[in-house]
């Protein structure tokens, strides 16, 4: 009986042994699955955390709409008190300034108006193109000269807040698309980059041919001020009573030159003389330069005049009619269609010489837009010349920047 007993003693302590070690393994097996399960690629925590982190970035999600959300309806708030509170300042400048004035239209575009000069049309806005006049600026002669505003960045169109980009740079034509393509930004006139294979804008040439005064503070100061002028119309002879007529090839630079309405355009003169006559009109002036149109004006010009008018492919429009006419002059239907944005025939009249360069020896001088004879020449044409060429067909347009 006690043999038995121990014997059975013995089975349970095997049995209880065995269990415990396999209880052990059990429990080791357990703790792997769970420390996997806890810690693993898939884990648990790894999960908790990935769960905290969506939690956060939808927070902050959700966070960045509600600002988004807030931003907008404070801009809409803005707008509409800035609505509200935008009256025009153009009519507040009279010309007796002794600095530059800045001032806005109704719609919240700026206009810089030089020292010595006044706004013609104040009940106007920019995209109409704002008018500037000569009072005070310049001698007795120049007394009633006119400029037309071009703006650059943002321009709006309305109050309701609705704007065009004009970007200051040298465009060209895509005849398919019929749109203008910029080719050169103005911020990188140091480049040289060529339109139609000869053309180029540069700082200084070898060609003979003159280029702009300070191209750099021309772009520097146009950006900066968010525009510039452009001639009303075509440089006028102050002093001619019926158009020139000499012999080809000769500039005869002496007489004054205007721009003015009813003048007969000063034509016979080469691109070098346009240049002089252009940087003298007002080179005594701290406030505000003068010098031959370049090709980012004129360009930016076109692309101005194509957003703003009724006209949007003015780039290619062509002169309607066969003779030279005074600067302005709207007495034929044929020639109203081009005054555009106050601005008048870059697409007619006269072709006009710039400071751009045709790199070409003979030929480095480049005359635009249309003439009165041609109608293969466009508004936004570029057409190359001889530094002493001079015709019928060529005259002139400057321009004024901010030197400030």
Same mark, same amino acid.
């Given at each position: 009986?006690?043999r038995n ?10 049995i209880t042994?065995?269990?415990?070690v396999?209880t052990i393994?059990?429990l080791?097996i357990?703790?792997g699955?769970?420390i ?6 898939n ?11 969506i939690?956060?970035n #939808?927070n902050?999600?959700?966070?960045i709409e509600?600002d988004?959300v ?5 801009d ?8 509200e ?14 600095t530059?004035?800045?001032?806005n239209?109704?719609?919240g575009?700026k206009v810089?108006?030089?020292?010595g ?5 104040p009940e106007?806005n920019v ?8 009072v005070?600026?310049?001698? %007795?002669?120049s007394?009633?000269n006119?400029y037309v505003?071009?703006?650059?960045g943002k321009v709006?169109?309305?109050?309701d ?8 740079g040298r ?7 019929h749109?203008?393509e910029i080719?050169?930004l103005a911020e990188?006139y ?12 540069l ?18 100061n ?20 019926? #158009?020139?007529?000499f012999?080809?090839y000769?500039?005869n ?8 309405e009813e003048k007969?355009?000063?034509?016979y ?7 002089i006559?252009s940087?003298?009109?007002?080179s005594?002036?701290?406030?505000f ?12 010009a ?5 957003r ?5 492919l003015?780039?290619e429009?062509?002169?309607a009619q066969?003779?030279?006419k005074?600067?302005?002059?709207i007495?034929? #239907?044929?020639?109203?269609?081009d005054v555009k ?5 870059m697409?007619?009249?006269t072709s006009?010489?710039?400071? %751009? ?6 030929f480095?001088?480049?005359a635009?837009g ?5 109608e293969?020449y466009?508004s936004?044409g570029r057409y190359?010349g001889g530094t002493?060429?001079?015709? #019928?067909?060529?005259?002139?347009r ?7």
């Amino acid at each position: 009986m006690e043999r038995n007993i121990e014997k059975i003693k013995k089975q349970v302590k095997g049995i209880t042994i065995i269990t415990l070690v396999v209880t052990i393994i059990v429990l080791l097996i357990l703790s792997g699955v769970v420390i996997n399960f806890s810690l693993g690629n898939n884990g648990i925590f790894k999960k908790a955390k990935e769960g905290v982190e969506i939690y956060q970035n #939808a927070n902050q999600n959700e966070k960045i709409e509600l600002d988004k959300v807030a931003n907008s309806i404070g801009d809409y708030i803005n707008s509409d008190k800035e609505k509200e509170e935008i009256k025009s300042t153009l009519g507040t400048v009279t010309g007796d300034e002794k600095t530059n004035t800045e001032v806005n239209d109704c719609y919240g575009n700026k206009v810089v108006v030089p020292s010595g000069f006044k706004i013609v049309n104040p009940e106007d806005n920019v995209p109409d193109g704002i008018i500037i006049e000569d009072v005070k600026a310049g001698d %007795e002669i120049s007394k009633g000269n006119q400029y037309v505003w071009v703006p650059l960045g943002k321009v709006y169109k309305n109050t309701d807040g609705e704007y065009e980009t004009i970007n200051l740079g040298r465009y060209d034509i895509n005849w398919e698309k019929h749109t203008l393509e910029i080719k050169q930004l103005a911020e990188n006139y140091s480049e040289i980059i060529t339109i139609g294979e000869i053309y180029q804008e540069l700082l200084n040439s070898n060609y003979g041919n003159s280029v702009a005064r300070n191209l750099e503070k021309y772009i520097i100061n146009s950006i900066k001020n968010k525009g510039y002028y452009i001639g009303r119309y075509e440089v006028g002879d102050n002093d001619a009573n019926e #158009a020139r007529n000499f012999d080809d090839y000769t500039s005869n630079p002496d007489s004054v030159p205007v721009v003015k309405e009813e003048k007969w355009p000063y034509n016979y003169v080469s691109q070098l003389d346009a240049s002089i006559l252009s940087k003298n009109m007002y080179s005594t002036n701290n406030n505000f330069e003068s010098d031959l149109i370049n090709s980012y004006a004129w360009d930016t010009a076109i692309q101005f005049i194509q957003r703003f008018s009724d006209n949007k492919l003015y780039s290619e429009q062509h002169a309607a009619q066969g003779n030279i006419k005074t600067t302005g002059s709207i007495d034929i #239907a044929s020639n109203s269609y081009d005054v555009k944005c106050n601005i008048y025939d870059m697409a007619n009249n006269t072709s006009e010489w710039s400071t %751009e360069t045709g790199i070409k020896d003979e030929f480095p001088c480049t005359a635009r837009g249309g003439v009165f004879n041609q109608e293969n020449y466009v508004s936004f044409g570029r057409y190359y010349g001889g530094t002493i060429s001079s015709h #019928a067909t060529y005259s002139f347009r400057t321009i004024l920047y901010i030197n400030e």
